[in-house]
Antibody, heavy 120, light 108 residues
Framework: QITLKESGPTLVKPTQTLTLTCTFS??????????VGWIRQPPGKALEWLALIYWDGDKRYSSSLKSRLTITKDTSNNQVVLTMTNMDPVDTATYYCAHGGASDYRIDSWGQGTLVTVSS | DIQMTQSPSTLSASVGDRVTITCRAS??????LAWYQQKPGKAPKLLIYKASNLESGVPSRFSGSGSGVEFTLTISSLQPDDFATYYCQQYNSRFPYTFGQGTKLEIK
């Protein structure tokens, strides 16, 4: 059974850097065909894809946010970390981490999400 | 990034109706399209992957079709539990993944 859980601050100030950690179980990012991604959803709005890291270290980022995002993996601790710089109130959202697997990297499992509010 | 456009944005229907949601990609994505169902306050749930493959445990009244740039999600006979928001997502690994803007399925 695959599980994922997001952790990090619930409140950040404008211009600060957000660091979120996804801790997962039920698969290994050492294994071929596995990936972990991040998606966010502002209150009442649509899902927005942010980033994905593959088992082999390859990465994909949203083009519109690429300059602000960094995704890394810690395979020993089954964690993936997302950092987003220069936070703004429009970045207020629920942030989800998710598993991409089955060798075609479809997103088949999601964490519960964590609400991050950007406010001074 | 590839743009995904869903239609309609809102759909009003009754229990027992057959409904179809369309998703169009700004360029060909092959079969690499997924459909998700999301209920308020919950994470999305995968329904369909690779355009037409039913995820394990998903009722057979859900089906998907399409390839290239145009895709559809069909619910053959709406059940009360199906009223939710539906998203398409392209996952062609050559590009950053992207979602459609969502279709809210409401009770008529």
């Amino acid at each position: 059974q695959i599980t994922l859980k997001e952790s990090g601050p619930t409140l950040v100030k404008p211009t600060q850097t957000l660091t979120l950690t996804c801790t997962f179980s039920g698969f290994s990012l050492r294994s071929s065909g596995e990936a972990v991604g991040w998606i966010r959803q502002p209150p009442g709005k649509a899902l927005e894809w942010l980033a994905l890291i593959y088992w082999d270290g390859d990465k994909r980022y949203s083009s519109s946010l690429k300059s602000r995002l960094t995704i890394t993996k810690d395979t020993s601790n089954n964690q993936v970390v997302l950092t987003m710089t220069n936070m703004d109130p429009v970045d207020t959202a629920t942030y989800y981490c998710a598993h991409g697997g089955a060798s075609d990297y479809r997103i088949d499992s999601w964490g519960q999400g964590t609400l991050v509010t950007v406010s001074s | 990034d590839i743009q995904m456009t869903q239609s309609p944005s809102t759909l009003s229907a009754s229990v027992g109706d057959r409904v179809t949601i369309t998703c169009r990609a700004s360029q060909s994505i092959g079969p690499w399209l997924a459909w998700y169902q999301q209920k308020p306050g919950k994470a999305p749930k995968l329904l369909i992957y690779k355009a037409s493959n039913l995820e394990s445990g998903v009722p057979s009244r859900f089906s998907g079709s399409g390839s290239g740039v145009e895709f559809t999600l069909t619910i053959s006979s709406l059940q009360p539990d199906d009223f939710a928001t539906y998203y398409c997502q392209q996952y062609n690994s050559r590009f950053p993944y992207t979602f459609g803007q969502g279709t809210k399925l409401e009770i008529k």
